[in-house]
C-alpha cells in the first residue's frame, strides 16, 4: 500500500489551498480516514478524519476552515484548507485514521504570516 500526499505549498495567511492524498493497493473507501499533521519539532496529530460512511469530524483547531472529503471512485482524499493560519504550517499526511498503512512522504503546507 502506498500513500501519495500532494498539493501543499506556500500561501499567506488568509489563503486556501487542498491537498490531496491517492491510495494505492488498497480500497480506501472501505476504511475511516483521516488527515493528520506535524508541525516542526512536534508529534503528529489527529486534524479530520471521515468514516467509511462519509461522517466527518474535525479537531477544534480547524473545525470551520477545513473540509475532508473523499471520491472513491478515484481512491482519493482531500482536505480543502481555508482561511489558513501560521500554526497550520506543518507536513499534512494520510492514512486510516489508526495508522495502519506505511506513512507516506506527507505534503508541506507553509502559510506565511
Known amino acids: 500500500v502506498q500513500l501519495q500526499a500532494s498539493g501543499g505549498g506556500l500561501v499567506q495567511a488568509g489563503g486556501s489551498l487542498r491537498v490531496s492524498c491517492a491510495a494505492s493497493g488498497t480500497t480506501f473507501s472501505r476504511y475511516a480516514v483521516a488527515w493528520f499533521r506535524q508541525a516542526p519539532g512536534k508529534q503528529r496529530k489527529l486534524v479530520a478524519r471521515?468514516?467509511?460512511?462519509?461522517?466527518?469530524y474535525y479537531t477544534d483547531s480547524v473545525r470551520g476552515r477545513f473540509t475532508l472529503s473523499r471520491d472513491n471512485a478515484e481512491n482519493t482524499v482531500y482536505l480543502q484548507m481555508n482561511s489558513l493560519k501560521p500554526e497550520d504550517t506543518a507536513v499534512y499526511y494520510c492514512?486510516?485514521?489508526?495508522?495502519?498503512?506505511?506513512w507516506g512522504q506527507g505534503t508541506l503546507v507553509t502559510v506565511s504570516s
Open positions: 471521515a468514516s467509511s460512511t462519509g461522517v466527518t
Open positions: 492514512n486510516t485514521v489508526t495508522g495502519s498503512f506505511p
